[in-house]
């Protein structure tokens, strides 16, 4: 996804407590810089400041980095000669969205025993159902248009 200024993310959204990949094909890759550094931190005051070498690739300069909980994800970039882009002095700065939880199964909540019950019944209602109406579909056209033939048992049995 492009966001803004030659920056592009590998995901639409960033979330909270996720890793999520930087490219970077700025003012730096195209001057050829031998080494870029991308400058980061959470919040409107750049909480958990941290500094990460990127990799130099043919689609720009990568880096992962771990998104921590935070309003906003704040960068610029600085390469080895000491200058920086970091978007005319407002750097560059996108909202952090927070993780969907209800989907989320925790390893310390116990599971209830009487949901899977409920599930389990409602399973082979559906099961029972599907079959009466099978049965319905396939035997009352017959029985209605007289084609339905009992097995008749002899009861003339000859000993």
């Not at 990460?52 to 998104?67: D, F, H, I, P, R």
């Not at 970039?77 to 989320?104: H, S």
């Not at 390893?107 to 389990?120: F, I, M, N, T």
């Amino acid at each position: 996804m492009e966001l803004t200024k030659n920056i592009f993310f590998n995901t639409d959204k960033l979330i909270e407590n996720s890793t999520v990949k930087i490219s970077y094909t700025g003012e730096f890759f195209q001057d050829d810089s031998e080494e870029v550094f991308i400058h980061y931190g959470f919040g409107l005051n750049w909480d958990n400041v941290s500094e990460a070498k990127m990799e130099k690739t043919e689609l720009g300069y990568q880096a992962e980095v771990s998104l921590t909980d935070g309003e906003t994800f704040n960068f610029c970039f600085k390469n080895n000669n000491g200058r920086w882009d970091n978007n005319n002095g407002t750097n560059y700065v996108f909202p952090i969205e927070k993780a969907e939880t209800e989907l989320i199964a925790l390893e310390d909540e116990p599971v209830s025993l009487g949901s899977a019950r409920k599930l389990r019944k409602t399973y082979l209602w559906s099961k029972k159902i599907r079959l009466a109406v099978y049965k319905i579909i396939t035997y009352l056209p017959k029985i209605i248009s007289g084609n339905y033939k009992r097995k008749v048992t002899n009861t003339n049995d000859k000993g």
